[in-house]
């Protein structure tokens, strides 16, 4: 019986996944986005947010934890350098997971993950999107232009 266990081993064995974790997060840490399957998609954010959480103290206990991890000096470099300053203030949710279809081959769900604060396309239709209500959010952008021609044949009057 499963009786809680949470883990899912991915039809692997112990070691075999070990490495297999290590290189995907290695992977997601240089690359910022991949892609694969599903269930590899969600194994990994379980694994690799501990390890961003780990990073926000630069400490050198905390670099060997994370590198016993990743085993990757690249890897935990460019963890500790770029990703941990730029996820400081974010409380969790470092990772995003999308669906993205199926593979040709064997049909399998295939997903891509990525790092929140490195997706530049939605971190500028974010910034850039104004909310507007449903009163007024129209109406709100064309007053401007009702008043400019109403004042101009009042300068064309006191010039005369």
Request: aromatic share 4%; glycine share 4%.
């Amino acid at each position: 019986m499963r009786h809680n266990r949470s883990l899912n081993h991915l039809g692997r064995k112990s070691g075999n996944r070990k490495a297999l974790m290590s290189n995907l997060a290695t992977s997601l840490i240089l690359h910022k986005r991949i892609t694969t399957t599903v269930a590899k998609a969600k194994a990994l954010k379980s694994y690799v947010e501990p390890l961003i959480t780990k990073s926000k103290e630069d400490t050198t206990h905390s670099r060997r934890v994370v590198f016993s991890y990743l085993k990757d000096k690249k890897a935990v470099a460019e963890l500790f350098r770029t990703v941990a300053p730029k996820i400081a203030d974010r409380p969790g949710g470092y990772t995003r997971v999308l669906h993205v279809g199926f593979r040709a081959g064997d049909a399998a769900e295939m997903a891509l993950i990525e790092l929140v604060d490195f997706n530049e396309a939605a971190l500028a239709t974010t910034k850039t999107a104004k909310k507007t209500t449903r009163r007024g959010g129209k109406k709100a952008a064309e007053a401007p232009k009702a008043e400019a021609p109403a004042e101009a044949p009042a300068e064309e009057k006191a010039a005369e």
